[in-house]
C-alpha cells in the first residue's frame, strides 16, 4: 500500500500560492489540471479547471483506458482537442492517449475521468461508488485504501465517557457541543461516520482546514472520541477500537 506522504513536501508550496491565482483557472474548451486541497492520504490532488475531481480507474493498465460504453454512463473520459494546461501540477507528467478516436487526458499514464455524481467542486463520490477509482496526487500517485478493518466490538460506557471529555475539550469548539456543527461540520446525523477508515483518516490526518488530531491525541484518545461521536446525538455507528487506530495512524 502506497501512502503518499512524499506529495507533502511538493504539495506545501504549490498550495501556498494565494486563492486568486486558482482560482483564475477558469473553465474553457482547454483541458485544465490543477492541484487542490486536500483528501485523506492525497495531500493535493487533481481535479478539472472547474475544481471537479479527476480519477483514473483501477481498470485501466499501462496508459490504456479500457472504460467501455457502461462504464462511461458514469465516467466520463477527460477528453481534449488542444493541449491541456498545468495550473500548479507538474506539466511533464500531463499527456494524451487515443480512447474510442479521442484524446483522453493522462496523468503520469493514468487516464482521466470525471464522475457524473460529482455536481459541485471538493465532490469526491466517485470513490464511494467505485471501489476501483482513485484520485490521483500532484505527483501523479494514485490513492489507495485502507484496508478492510476488523469489527470493533460493542460500544462501552467507559469508552463514551471517555470519549465524551477528548470531546469537550478538543472538537466542541469546531463542531459544537452537541455535535451540532459550527466552523466544523455538523456530526449530528453524519452518515460519513459510518465509514471508519475516512472517519480515522480525517481525524488522525486532518481535511482541509481541520487540523490533524493524530499528533496531539494518544489513540486511546481517538479510540473514544470517534467512538463517542459515532455514537452521539442520535448516531448510532458503533465502536472503533484501539487497533483500528493504530491501523490508521
Ligand atoms: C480547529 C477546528 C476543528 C477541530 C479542533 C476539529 N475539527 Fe473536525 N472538522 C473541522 C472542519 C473545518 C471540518 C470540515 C473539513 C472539510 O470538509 O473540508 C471538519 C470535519 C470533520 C469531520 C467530517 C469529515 C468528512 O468526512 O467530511 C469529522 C468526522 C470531524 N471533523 C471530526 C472531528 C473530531 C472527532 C475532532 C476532535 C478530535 C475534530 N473533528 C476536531 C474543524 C475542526
Given at each position: 500500500?502506497?501512502?503518499?506522504?512524499?506529495?507533502?513536501?511538493?504539495?506545501?508550496?504549490?498550495?501556498?500560492?494565494?486563492?486568486?491565482?486558482?482560482?483564475s483557472?477558469?473553465?474553457?474548451?482547454?483541458?485544465?489540471?490543477?492541484?487542490?486541497?486536500?483528501?485523506?492520504?492525497?495531500?493535493?490532488?487533481?481535479?478539472?479547471?472547474?475544481?471537479r475531481?479527476?480519477?483514473?480507474?483501477?481498470?485501466?493498465?499501462?496508459?490504456?483506458?479500457?472504460?467501455?460504453?457502461?462504464?462511461?454512463?458514469?465516467?466520463?473520459?477527460?477528453?481534449?482537442?488542444?493541449?491541456?494546461?498545468?495550473?500548479?501540477?507538474?506539466?511533464?507528467?500531463?499527456?494524451?492517449?487515443?480512447?474510442?478516436?479521442?484524446?483522453?487526458?493522462?496523468?503520469?499514464?493514468?487516464?482521466?475521468?470525471?464522475f457524473?455524481?460529482?455536481?459541485?467542486?471538493?465532490?469526491?463520490?466517485?470513490?464511494?461508488?467505485?471501489?476501483?477509482?482513485?484520485?490521483?496526487?500532484?505527483?501523479?500517485?494514485?490513492?489507495?485504501?485502507?484496508?478492510?478493518?476488523?469489527d470493533?466490538?460493542?460500544?462501552?460506557?467507559?469508552?463514551?465517557e471517555?470519549?465524551?471529555e477528548?470531546?469537550?475539550?478538543?472538537?466542541?469548539?469546531?463542531?459544537?457541543a452537541?455535535?451540532?456543527?459550527?466552523?466544523?461540520?455538523?456530526l449530528?446525523?453524519?452518515?460519513?461516520?459510518?465509514?471508519?477508515?475516512?472517519?480515522?483518516?480525517?481525524?488522525v490526518?486532518?481535511?482541509?482546514?481541520?487540523?490533524?488530531?493524530?499528533?496531539?491525541?494518544?489513540d486511546?484518545?481517538?479510540?473514544?472520541?470517534?467512538?463517542?461521536?459515532?455514537?452521539?446525538?442520535?448516531?448510532?455507528?458503533?465502536a472503533?477500537?484501539?487497533?483500528?487506530?493504530?491501523?490508521?495512524?
Amino acid at each position: 500500500m502506497k501512502y503518499l506522504g512524499s506529495a507533502l513536501a511538493i504539495a506545501a508550496p504549490l498550495l501556498a500560492i494565494p486563492a486568486q491565482a486558482q482560482s483564475s483557472a477558469k473553465d474553457t474548451n482547454t483541458p485544465t489540471i490543477v492541484a487542490q486541497g486536500s483528501a485523506p492520504k492525497v495531500s493535493a490532488f487533481i481535479t478539472d479547471g472547474n475544481g471537479r475531481t479527476l480519477y483514473t480507474l483501477g481498470d485501466d493498465k499501462e496508459s490504456k483506458a479500457n472504460c467501455d460504453a457502461a462504464c462511461m454512463q458514469h465516467w466520463q473520459p477527460y477528453l481534449t482537442t488542444t493541449r491541456p494546461v498545468a495550473r500548479l501540477v507538474l506539466p511533464g507528467l500531463i499527456d494524451t492517449i487515443e480512447h474510442n478516436g479521442k484524446r483522453q487526458v493522462t496523468y503520469r499514464g493514468n487516464p482521466l475521468y470525471l464522475f457524473d455524481g460529482d455536481t459541485k467542486p471538493g465532490d469526491m463520490n466517485g470513490k464511494d461508488f467505485s471501489s476501483a477509482a482513485y484520485m490521483v496526487s500532484v505527483l501523479g500517485e494514485i490513492e489507495k485504501p485502507l484496508p478492510a478493518m476488523a469489527d470493533a466490538g460493542p460500544v462501552l460506557a467507559e469508552v463514551m465517557e471517555h470519549g465524551k471529555e477528548v470531546f469537550a475539550s478538543t472538537c466542541a469548539m469546531c463542531h459544537g457541543a452537541q455535535g451540532q456543527g459550527a466552523f466544523g461540520t455538523k456530526l449530528a446525523g453524519f452518515d460519513r461516520l459510518a465509514n471508519t477508515p475516512d472517519l480515522l483518516r480525517t481525524v488522525v490526518l486532518g481535511l482541509n482546514s481541520m487540523p490533524a488530531q493524530g499528533p496531539l491525541l494518544s489513540d486511546d484518545q481517538i479510540a473514544a472520541v470517534t467512538t463517542y461521536v459515532r455514537n452521539s446525538w442520535g448516531n448510532e455507528f458503533g465502536a472503533v477500537s484501539v487497533e483500528q487506530v493504530k491501523a490508521a495512524r
